[in-house]
């Protein structure tokens, strides 16, 4: 059980208040107990222990923090350490592990301005990434898997009347949940660098502010009501999510790859390559290094610069 923690992305990491703290370096009970029952439930059949991950969804469409719409080298290394998860997990339970991943862009795509025709193109390249990497272990699941049909508008208009908090409850937790209102900030950062990079030029910066705040929570919103989704139909399975998250959370929070910023993905972010290591940056950022990018199957996959990068 507590090898599932030397891959976790903590809370604190993200500049937020843990008040477990020394449940950082060491997993207590109560951190355990949270998914003991879990792991057992596999274990005790001999079955692979299922894992579940709400994430990959879609590109930024802020060019200026991603190479493009498509996979590239962020989501290979991203996937490729969830495979390495679940390899290492095969080490110790010799029905190993799997992994589904619920990628949620159909879920808020058309929040966060990108089409259901991108996300689609987003989802085949995935698919065909963990295929031709013999990513064996993962999975992918999708709105279209849950609801049935690719009429996207219709299936979130079932998602929001069947699953998802209203905005008001939303707001309340925000105010007084510091787990909430940690992921609300880093959304809403998103949001607003997102909505700066597509309109900075038409739009002042208040008006951009404001509208990404509104947008933020419709995205938790459509997200916690995926989450339920994906509790209801995986109820076995153990939780994880691409977020920082307190020890004593029902979910595990997962690192990809490097970065210094722990609520970077590689949906936000580029991969630089310095010779030594890969990181996760923004774009901007390895420009401002004057890095190169790196084109692989007629398409850019990432940065290198033979300097230090921005994540020692």
Partial sequence: MKLLYYFRRTEKE????????????SPCTSCLEEHRAKVEYFIRRSEPIHLVLPAFPAKSPNLTKV???????????????LQSLCDYIGHFHRAGARLTIC????????VVGVTDEAVTEYRVRLAEMIESA???????????????????????QMLEANYAPSVEELKEDVR?????RALFN?????????????????????ALRNESKELAYQTISRSNAWSRVVAERFPEAVRLSIHPQSPHSKKLGVRLLRTRDAWLTPWHGVVLDDGAKLSLVKRWDAEKLEASVVWRNGRPSHFVAPQPDLTS
């Fill in 186 to 206: 880093g959304i809403h950062r998103f949001m607003f660098e997102d909505a700066v990079g597509v309109r900075g030029g038409t739009a002042s910066r208040t």
């Fill in 103 to 110: 990628s949620d862009g159909h879920v808020f795509g058309d």
């Fill in 134 to 156: 013999n990513l064996s272990a993962l999975g992918l699941y999708g709105l279209d898997d849950a609801f049935g049909g690719v009429d996207y508008p219709k299936l979130r």
């Fill in 67 to 81: 190479l493009g719409q498509l996979p590239d080298m962020g989501e290979y290394v991203g996937l490729s350490s």
């Fill in 14 to 25: 993200s500049g937020g208040m843990v008040d477990e703290e020394e449940c950082l370096t």
């Fill in 176 to 180: 007084t949940g510091s787990g909430t």
